[in-house]
């Protein structure tokens, strides 16, 4: 971890938190990981897909009831037209391959982000996968893909100016929990941690409304290489961090 945090942040072990209820990933770093091999890039977005499987896995079985992975960014249209196949085919194969394995474990997915521009085979997708476990209860999976944090909030804004075109809503009414509700993350609670692996220090337009107060993690590590012990390292860490909210903590 490059993390240079004051030991005066960090609770003692007597008041360790409990553990994040919301964990946030941007998963980054799939290219690099490659490049360092010598591979396609696409082959580190393969390897990336086991470990959002491996991540998925640990989370549910470290009491995490709600995980959001950063998939596919509205930025990441600017990448080239193969990289964008390539990124398209691999929510498909997890979809089509996952489905039935996370159904079964009790995970509610949730594919968070525009629909605008996303071809018909993958809306149906998205479509069968969110309805198909839309009751299940051990952990919420968001797939934030075609995702884009500005762009999540002038959704938002748009739903409600509608409102108010129609006469169904006043806009003194507007407050914080009904934008929070409103937003494609709005079924998940704020998320707690926020992880970058990478190295990059950057939010990249993740979870800018939700993620108002989420601690932050950045991890030197790429994607691929993400195990059951980075997400239990990230707990950990996560656990001994003072929230304050701004007031003066423990
Ligand atoms: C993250 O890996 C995956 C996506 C952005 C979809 P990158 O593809 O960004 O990998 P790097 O950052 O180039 O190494
Ligand atoms: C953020 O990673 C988006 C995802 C992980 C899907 P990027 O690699 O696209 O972000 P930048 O370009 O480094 O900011
Ligand atoms: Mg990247």
Request: proline content about 3%; glycine content about 8%.
């Amino acid at each position: 971890m490059s993390e240079l945090q004051p030991s005066s942040n960090n609770a003692d072990v007597a008041t360790l938190r409990s553990p994040p209820r919301h964990i946030a990933i941007i998963m980054d770093g799939n290219g690099r990981w490659a490049k360092a091999r010598g591979l396609p890039r696409a082959l580190g977005h393969k390897e990336g897909v086991e470990a959002l499987r491996r991540a998925v896995e640990a989370s549910r079985d470290l009491g995490v009831t709600h995980l959001s992975v950063y998939a596919f960014s509205t930025e990441n249209w600017n990448r080239p037209q193969t990289e964008i196949d390539a990124l398209f085919d691999l929510l498909r194969v997890f979809v089509r391959r996952d489905l039935a394995r996370l159904h079964k474990d009790g995970v509610r997915i949730r594919i968070i982000g525009s629909r605008i521009g996303l071809s018909d085979d993958i809306l149906s997708l998205i479509d069968e996968a969110m309805a198909k476990t839309k009751d299940n209860t051990r952990l919420t999976l968001n797939i934030a893909f075609n995702y884009g944090g500005r762009g999540e909030i002038v959704a938002a804004m748009q739903q409600m100016a509608r409102a108010v075109e129609a006469g169904q809503l006043k806009s003194d009414q507007i407050d914080e929990a009904m934008v929070s509700r409103m937003v494609w993350s709005g079924e998940s609670p704020d998320p707690d941690l926020v992880i970058r692996t990478s190295g990059e220090l950057r939010l990249s337009n993740f979870l800018l409304w939700s993620g108002a107060y989420a601690e932050l993690m950045f991890m030197d590590l790429w994607w691929p290489d993400f195990t059951r012990e980075s997400l239990e390292k990230a707990i950990d860490a996560y656990r001994r961090r003072d929230r304050r909210f701004g007031g003066l903590g423990a």
